[in-house]
C-alpha cells in the first residue's frame, strides 16, 4: 500500500514539474517574440514602453507608428524613409522603431516602397515622381499632419532631392491653416501667416531633409566608387557598362542627354523653369548629410559629404565621440555663394568630369549642410560600411545603431 502511495505521489510530481516547464517554454517563447527586435549592442538602451505598429500602405511600404491606446494620439509630423538601389521599406525598419521609442506621440514614419528591388533602375525623374505621388497619397490618409522630414539612404537621398522639388510649392496656405474651426484671415493671424508661405512640401512644413550615403555628386570618375579604386580604366568601363543599371546608371554616371539638355544630376545643383530643386531643399529648416569617412565600396566620401577632395578633414585628424563612437566628425559650414559660374551647356560641351563636380558641389552647397562624419575602422562590419551606416539589416549591420541615434538625437521635430 505504502508503495502505491509512493508511486501515485511521484506521478503527481512529475505532472506538476512537466507544467511549470511547459509554462515556462511558453514564456520564454513569448519573451523572444517581445525582445525579437532588441538590439544587440551595448550602446543602446531599450524600451518596450512603447510598442510600434505597423499599417500597411497600399503601395506595398508602411507606416509606423506608436500604439498609444486610451489617448488621444494624433502624431503631426510625417517621416518619410527611401531605400537605395535594390532595396526595400524594410531597410529602414530599424530606424523606424528608433523614432517610435524616441518621439512615440510626435511622429508617423512612412517607409516608401515606391521604387523597390529592380524599380530602382528606372531613372532619378521616373522614381522621383512616383515617390512625390507615394507622399501625397500618405498625406492624404493622415489629415492632422502638419510637418514633413526626408531621410535617404544611398539613391535615395538623389531620389528624395527630385521628389522634394515635385512636391514644392511656394507662397501657399498650409495645409494646417484653420485650426479648431477658426478662419486665420483676421489681423492677428495674418503676420503669423504670411511668414509661413515661405515654401511647403506636399502642403506640409518641412523641417528635416537627411541623407546617408548618398552620391549626390554621381558615380563618374574622380574616386567617386572607391571600388574602382581611382583606377581611371577601371573608371572608364564601368561609366560606358553604365546602361546595365538602366536609365539610373546612365543618370548616376552623367551620361545622359535628354533632348540635348545637361544631364540630370547637374540640372538638379539649381533651379530650373519647371522644377526647383534648391528652393525645395531651402524650404527644409535642416539639412544633413551623414558619410562614411572609409569602407564604403560604393560611394565616394566628398560625394556623400557634398565636399571638395580638397576639403576633406585630414583622416588622422579626426576624433570618435564618446556617445557615438563611430561618428568622428561634425561640421556645421556656411552656404557659399558661387560666383563667376560657367553655364550648364558649357560644361557639358567640354564633357570633363571636374567641371560637372564643380557645378554639383557649388549649386547644392549654396545652402547651409551639417556634415557627419562616419568611421566604422576596427570592425567586421566595417567592410560593409555602406549598408552598416543605416543598419539596413539589424543582425549584420548593428554596429550602425550609434549613428541612427546621433541622428534621431539631433531630428528637429
Known amino acids: 500500500m505504502e508503495t502505491e502511495n509512493n508511486r501515485a505521489q511521484s506521478v503527481k510530481e512529475e505532472r506538476e514539474m512537466e507544467n511549470k516547464l511547459g509554462s515556462r ?26 510598442p510600434a505598429v505597423e499599417t500597411p500602405a497600399a503601395d506595398g511600404g508602411f507606416d509606423m507608428e506608436a500604439a498609444c491606446k486610451g489617448r488621444d494620439h494624433s502624431p503631426t509630423h510625417l517621416v518619410v524613409t527611401i531605400n537605395g538601389i535594390i532595396g526595400s521599406a524594410q531597410n ?24 523597390t528591388s529592380m524599380l530602382t533602375f528606372d531613372g532619378v525623374d521616373v522614381m522621383g515622381k512616383r515617390l512625390a505621388d507615394e507622399v ?15 531621410l535617404g539612404h544611398s539613391l535615395g537621398g538623389v531620389i528624395a532631392r527630385y521628389a522634394i522639388a515635385v ?41 528635416n531633409f537627411i541623407t546617408f550615403a548618398t552620391p549626390h555628386l554621381g558615380s563618374r570618375g574622380h574616386k567617386q566608387v572607391p571600388a574602382f579604386c581611382g583606377l581611371y580604366t577601371m573608371e ?28 540630370i544630376l547637374l540640372r538638379m545643383s539649381s533651379d530650373s523653369e519647371d522644377l526647383k530643386f534648391i528652393s525645395a531643399l531651402q524650404s527644409f529648416k535642416r539639412r544633413a548629410a551623414y558619410a562614411n569617412v572609409r569602407f564604403d565600396n560604393l560611394v565616394g566620401w566628398s ?10 578633414p585630414k583622416r588622422r585628424s579626426l576624433v570618435r565621440n564618446a556617445k557615438y563612437p563611430h ?41 547651409n549642410w551639417e556634415r557627419v562624419d562616419v568611421n566604422f575602422n576596427g570592425g567586421v562590419q566595417r567592410l560593409l560600411a555602406h549598408n552598416t551606416i543605416q543598419v539596413k539589416t539589424q543582425c549584420i549591420n548593428s554596429d550602425g545603431a550609434d549613428v541612427i541615434q546621433h541622428m534621431i538625437d539631433n531630428f528637429q521635430l
Not at 28 to 47: A, G, W, Y
Not at 182 to 207: C, F, M, N, T, W
Not at 236 to 263: C, E, I, Q, V, W
Request: charged share 30%; glycine share 6%; with cysteine.
Open 25 to 50: 517554454n511558453t514564456m520564454k517563447k513569448e519573451e523572444k517574440k517581445k525582445l525579437s527586435f532588441i538590439p544587440r549592442f551595448p550602446c543602446m538602451r531599450v524600451d518596450d514602453s512603447v
Open 136 to 150: 501625397i497619397s500618405v498625406v492624404g490618409r493622415h489629415p492632422k499632419l502638419q510637418k514633413i522630414s526626408f
Open 167 to 207: 512636391l514644392y510649392q511656394q507662397n501657399v496656405t498650409p495645409k494646417h491653416g484653420e485650426q479648431n474651426g477658426e478662419h486665420v484671415g483676421d489681423e492677428s493671424h495674418r503676420s503669423s501667416l504670411e511668414e509661413k508661405q515661405r515654401g511647403y512640401i506636399a502642403g506640409l512644413e518641412p523641417v
Open 303 to 312: 560625394s556623400s559629404s557634398l565636399r571638395r577632395r580638397s576639403e576633406l
Open 236 to 263: 572608364k568601363l564601368a561609366s560606358r557598362a553604365s546602361f546595365l543599371l538602366g536609365r539610373t546608371g546612365k543618370h548616376l554616371f552623367l551620361n545622359d542627354s535628354d533632348d540635348g539638355k545637361a544631364p
Open 327 to 367: 561618428i568622428v566628425n561634425e561640421e556645421k559650414s556656411n552656404a557659399v555663394s558661387p560666383q563667376g559660374e560657367v553655364s550648364l551647356e558649357v560644361k557639358v560641351a567640354r564633357g570633363r568630369t571636374r567641371d560637372m563636380e564643380e557645378t554639383m558641389i557649388r549649386g547644392l552647397t549654396s545652402l
Open 92 to 115: 529602414w525598419r530599424y530606424a523606424a522603431k528608433q523614432f517610435m521609442k524616441a518621439y512615440p506621440d510626435d511622429v508617423i514614419v512612412h517607409c516608401s516602397q515606391s521604387n
